[in-house]
């Protein structure tokens, strides 16, 4: 049960500063709430809601805390001993999902693109495509072009 007579402290910058610093090294928001002189989640909560300037400060401190995890699967891969395979992989496996959910437009499942035909089997069906289709085709050559 939660001591609800706990003291929580007043925003300060110094305060949030502190709290962007512990997320961008991997703390999470429940182990900083249980810390001395650490607002609840609950409150950083709020304060992310009551203050935009700690709310961006938070975010990035979050995307930061993303990108360690992306690092820590380069490094359990690159000192992983052979019979260590199995587990290594399990961890990544586990830090992929992590990624792919906390920051789906980053690190999500890319839709698959669809083959863009070579220009001269295309210039000789051209003709027989309707208006919808070339405008497709035109899009898929633009973005197989990296517009």
Do not use: H
Request: contains cysteine.
């Amino acid at each position: 049960m939660r001591n609800r007579a706990r003291k929580e402290p007043v925003y300060t910058a110094m305060v949030a500063e502190e709290i962007c610093d512990l997320v961008a090294d991997g703390v999470s928001i429940k182990k900083i709430g249980a810390m001395e002189g650490m607002p609840s989640r609950v409150s950083i909560a709020r304060w992310m809601n009551k203050y935009p300037d700690f709310r961006e400060k938070f975010l990035i401190a979050y995307e930061i805390q993303m990108l360690l995890v992306f690092d820590e699967m380069l490094d359990l891969v690159d000192e992983a001993e052979v019979d260590e395979m199995p587990k290594v992989k399990e961890q990544i496996s586990y830090r992929k999902w992590l990624l792919k959910v906390s920051q789906p437009k980053k690190f999500g499942d890319k839709p698959e693109q669809e083959e863009v035909k070579p220009v001269e089997e295309s210039k000789q069906n051209w003709d027989l495509l309707s208006l919808e289709e070339r405008q497709q085709m035109l899009t898929l050559t633009y973005k197989a072009m990296g517009g």
